[in-house]
């Protein structure tokens, strides 16, 4: 089973500014953690990063054929790409986001979501523990679709 996790804009700030709200935890660091579940699951991870739209689009479309299951954090596209929402209807992998703080209980602007339609669900709030609910949610989807 192949899991891509993708990671959009300035989530590679991480650990660097604003811990109160995004925790301590670097990017690098959660994906240490991510891996290591993945080994213990039996299951293979890609983990990107990107800054740019166009490159988030470009791999949720590449992912059709070789990816099992998507776990997206889209960060502040979350909120506003119809270009990220059309590529993950597009594709038909399952895809679950994900997010780092509790999104409903932040500004309104946060409070939608322009992706969780067209996603399996939604884990938001648990600190970098939602990569690690969010990777467990993707082998049970997985599970569940055989
Ligand atoms: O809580 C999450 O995981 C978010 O996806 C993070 C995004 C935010 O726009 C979403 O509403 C919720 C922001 C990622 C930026 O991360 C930073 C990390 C350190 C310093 C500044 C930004």
């Known amino acids: 089973m192949k899991i891509l996790f993708l990671n959009g804009p300035n989530l590679n700030l ?3 500014r604003e811990p109160e709200v995004y925790g301590k935890m670097t990017l690098a660091d959660i994906e240490t953690d991510v891996r290591k579940l993945a080994k213990q699951l039996k299951v ?5 990063q ?11 479309q590449d992912a059709k054929g ?3 299951v998507i776990v997206i954090n889209a ?14 209807a597009a594709i038909g992998v399952p895809t679950i986001e994900i997010h780092l703080s509790n999104v409903h209980a932040r500004e309104k602007f946060r409070h939608k979501s322009l992706i969780a ?7 938001t709030g648990f600190g970098a523990k939602s990569y690690l609910l969010g990777l467990q949610a993707a082998v049970d989807v997985k599970v569940a679709k055989k």
């Open 14 to 16: 991480l650990g660097q």
């Open 44 to 48: 293979s991870v890609d983990f990107r």
């Open 50 to 60: 990107s800054n740019l739209e166009g490159e988030l689009v470009g791999w949720i």
């Open 66 to 68: 070789k990816f099992d």
């Open 75 to 88: 960060a502040a596209y979350t909120h506003t790409s119809i270009a990220l929402r059309d590529a993950i």
């Open 117 to 123: 339609p067209v996603c399996c669900g939604q884990i």
